[in-house]
């Protein structure tokens, strides 16, 4: 079966870069969410996107935008790169986010360390 | 604020031993409960959901929880525990329809030879 497609796997960036993550749904799911998991700490929600709109916004910094295209991928565009910023990105994908029963499936994650 | 507390950070036991982590939450209205499990070096798994119905929900992996209401808790176990199931495991609480995530911080299990 399809799973949630993260790219790329790992990425290396200096402070004050910009840095890209993509993310591709499960096919037919219309809902996407990012979450951020730093070293040894569980996973932060970033912000999600239903149908192509932003649905929730969690602590995402400013320096962070994110958007969902018309083929529901979605892109986590991140801007002067932090050292702090170094973390594990997960992507996840759901069905229909309005209902409250349907489950989330994870994408193996982005590593990005910032040099 | 809302939280979720995982009780312990570490825990290690030997293979057929019996495994319970605590979950507790924080927040007074309607939730759905999930534990996910981190393998090393790979993405969250889902092991079991709580929506409604039966308290005690059954999940992969001969993993089961227990939601109890009124302690505001959802303990996960596993009778007899096997090397396989050494990893990170974290619970996790949805409160509103949106569907976001509120992760506690994880246990990490190792399971002994």
């Known amino acids: 079966a399809a799973g949630v497609i993260q790219s790329p796997r790992h990425l290396i960036k200096e402070k004050r870069e910009t840095a890209t993550l993509k993310c591709y749904p499960i096919?037919?799911?219309?809902?996407v969410y990012w979450y951020q998991q730093g070293p040894g700490q569980d996973p932060q929600f970033l912000i999600s996107?239903?149908?192509?709109?932003?649905?929730d916004k969690g602590s995402i910094p400013d320096r962070f935008s994110a958007q969902q295209f018309s083929d529901y991928h979605s892109e986590l565009n991140m801007s002067s790169l932090e050292l702090g910023d170094s973390a594990l990105y997960f992507c996840?994908?759901?069905?229909?986010?309005?209902?409250?029963?349907?489950?989330?499936?994870f994408g193996p994650g982005t590593r990005l360390t910032v040099l | 604020a809302q939280s979720v507390s995982q009780h312990n950070h570490h825990v290690i036991l030997s293979e057929a031993a019996s495994l319970e982590l605590g979950c507790n939450y924080s927040?007074?209205?309607?939730?759905?409960l999930f534990w996910y499990v981190q393998y090393p070096g790979q993405h969250l798994q889902l092991l079991l959901k709580?929506?409604?119905?039966?308290?005690l929900v059954k999940g992969i992996k001969g993993f089961e929880a227990e939601f109890i209401k009124s302690k505001f808790s959802f303990n996960l176990r596993k009778p007899s525990v096997q090397w396989s199931d050494t990893a990170e495991y974290f619970c996790?609480?949805?409160?509103?329809?949106?569907?976001?995530?509120?992760f506690g911080a994880g246990t990490q299990v190792v399971v002994t030879p």
């Open positions: 927040y007074g209205g309607t939730v759905n």
């Open positions: 709580y929506f409604s119905g039966d308290p």
């Open positions: 996790a609480v949805k409160t509103d329809s949106w569907g976001k995530l509120q």
């Open positions: 996840a994908s759901s069905l229909t986010g309005l209902r409250s029963y349907n489950e989330q499936f």
């Open positions: 996107f239903y149908e192509k709109m932003q649905s």
């Open positions: 096919p037919r799911h219309d809902t």
